[in-house]
């Protein structure tokens, strides 16, 4: 089956650590993204990516960094530079080669606690 | 830059219809968007609408685009418990790599 898989589900940081989460997809999208989900606060962007070994900075991409080396491959590293990482993380995939239409497919997400 | 305006809760009774709105600022959008989130899980696209459309139904599922007013709406007729989530707007970014630009989702809640 295809799809975009995140992993881990749960993830447990100590303050002045970097994490890095995981995210795959095998639907063949040239685009990726990673989200941060608050309470209230919707869906906001980190990074995205267009195409193998490019990305942008999003809305709030402090203390983030991503790297794009395979076309499956989108993994986010949550640096000790991010004052309140404490969050819910969906990455998303969407297909360029319509280039109309952005529909996202994503992950089920991963829940990263600050201990 | 981008903004995306949602009402935050909305409580109906099962069986009743569930209007949900959303404003949007980027009249570059050609698709809008409309997300279910579940607790817990991630996003699962809905329904979306292209920019030249007024309306378009899917089953209990109705939008409605008001392109003058940047006005999206979803309808959903005879709701029901399971319909209980996070409903969330979205419009495509131009600016942003054609992102998804997200507003802050409207949580239904559906008593029996």
């Known amino acids: 089956d295809g799809g975009i898989t995140q992993s881990p589900k749960y993830l447990f940081r100590k303050e002045g650590q970097n994490v890095t989460l995981s995210c795959e997809q095998n639907l063949n999208h040239d685009a990726m993204y990673w989200y941060r989900q608050d309470p209230g606060q919707g869906l906001r962007l980190i990074y995205y990516s267009q195409i193998v070994n490019d990305f942008q900075k999003g809305d709030i991409a402090e203390g983030y960094s991503v790297s794009r080396e395979k076309k499956e491959s989108f993994p986010l590293t949550v640096t000790s530079a991010q004052k309140n990482p404490t969050a819910f993380y969906l990455c998303?995939?969407?297909?360029?080669?319509?280039?109309?239409?952005?529909?996202?497919?994503f992950g089920q997400g991963t829940r990263l606690t600050v201990v | 830059g981008e903004d995306v305006e949602q009402s935050l809760f909305l409580s109906v009774r099962e069986g009743d219809s569930s209007v949900i709105n959303c404003t949007y600022t980027d009249s570059s959008s050609t698709y809008l968007y409309w997300y279910k989130q579940e607790p817990g899980a991630g996003l699962q696209l809905l329904t979306y609408i292209f920019s030249n459309m007024d309306m378009k139904q899917d089953q209990r599922l109705t939008v409605l685009l008001n392109k003058k007013d940047k006005h999206l709406s979803l309808r959903i007729a005879d709701t029901q418990t399971g319909d209980s989530a996070i409903y969330f707007c979205?419009?495509?970014?131009?600016?942003?790599?054609?992102?998804?630009?997200f507003g802050k989702g409207t949580t239904l809640s559906v008593s029996s």
């Open positions: 998303a995939s969407s297909d360029r080669t319509t280039p109309m239409n952005t529909e996202a497919f």
């Open positions: 979205a419009e495509s970014s131009w600016q942003a790599g054609t992102a998804l630009i």
